[in-house]
């Protein structure tokens, strides 16, 4: 049986930092985008999240972001106060609001974009074709817990 070496404990480790690092270093880079409308990470990941499916719900957004109703409430009455968002009540069912990136949101979003485009533009143009493949793989497998 071939030995599996990025399977060891320390590789494993290595790994793990280097997603912590990896994170950290593309969340950071519109740090200073954020902190002039005095928003912070969970409003990026909400705006990123609504910009990527627009239209979602209050319940799908909760579940994707994997946090409480009162946290997200929060986040997103900033995002409405500072018009980046706007909700859209549902056809079908009016109780229901649908969420899209409002005017300013768009633009707020694309400078953060492209801010975190840069390094991962790089980073992928300077890497082999194949492991940028095995690397979203990869990735997908970690998100999705795959056994």
Same mark, same amino acid.
């Given at each position: 049986m071939k030995e599996?070496?990025?399977?060891?404990? @320390?590789q494993i480790k290595d790994f793990i930092q280097l997603?912590?690092?990896?994170? %950290?270093e593309t969340f950071s880079d519109p740090k200073e985008i954020l902190a002039k409308n005095s928003f912070g990470p969970a409003h990026l %990941? !909400?705006? /990123?999240?609504? @910009? #990527? /499916?627009p239209g979602t719900q209050l319940g799908e957004l909760m579940y994707q972001l994997k946090i409480? *109703?009162?946290?997200?409430? #929060?986040?997103? #009455?900033?995002?409405?106060?500072?018009?980046?968002?706007k909700q859209i009540?549902?056809? @079908?069912?009016? %109780? %229901?609001?649908?969420?899209?990136?409002? *005017?300013e949101g768009k633009i707020f979003f694309e400078k953060i974009y492209e801010t975190q485009k840069k #390094?991962?533009?790089? !980073?992928?143009? /300077?890497?082999?074709?194949d492991?940028?493949?095995?690397?979203?793989e990869?990735?997908?497998?970690?998100?999705?817990?795959?056994?």
């Amino acid at each position: 049986m071939k030995e599996l070496l990025y399977l060891k404990d @320390e590789q494993i480790k290595d790994f793990i930092q280097l997603l912590f690092y990896a994170y %950290r270093e593309t969340f950071s880079d519109p740090k200073e985008i954020l902190a002039k409308n005095s928003f912070g990470p969970a409003h990026l %990941r !909400a705006l /990123n999240l609504i @910009e #990527r /499916n627009p239209g979602t719900q209050l319940g799908e957004l909760m579940y994707q972001l994997k946090i409480t *109703k009162q946290s997200l409430n #929060r986040v997103l #009455r900033d995002l409405l106060k500072s018009k980046m968002i706007k909700q859209i009540k549902d056809e @079908e069912d009016t %109780r %229901r609001k649908n969420l899209f990136l409002d *005017k300013e949101g768009k633009i707020f979003f694309e400078k953060i974009y492209e801010t975190q485009k840069k #390094r991962i533009f790089n !980073a992928l143009k /300077n890497s082999e074709p194949d492991s940028v493949i095995k690397f979203k793989e990869v990735l997908n497998k970690i998100i999705n817990g795959t056994k």
